[in-house]
């Protein structure tokens, strides 16, 4: 009776670019492809960081917004 939904890359992120994690990924590597610091992408994404510095929590099919300059954090769900 589950229903899984399954959002399109990019929907999450609004006007910023989406990058879907693949296997062998990090976020030094990717951050080197978009030209943004991991702890940016991380930071926007809301990772938590636990004291790691690879930030390994992201996984294969993970979806990340890649933050621009002068980024502000993605809004948040609020419980109602």
Not at 13 to 40: M, N, R
Not at 44 to 64: A, H, K, M, Q, T
């Amino acid at each position: 009776g589950w229903e899984l939904v399954i959002p399109e890359p990019g929907t999450k992120c609004g006007d910023y670019e989406a990058y879907t994690v693949v296997s062998g990924d990090f976020l030094v590597k990717i951050g080197e492809q978009f030209g943004v610091s991991a702890t940016d992408i991380a930071d926007f994404n809301s990772l938590p960081w636990e004291g790691r510095r690879d930030y390994s929590d992201i996984r294969p099919g993970d979806v990340l917004c890649i933050p621009q300059p002068g980024w502000t954090p993605l809004p948040t769900a609020t419980a109602q």
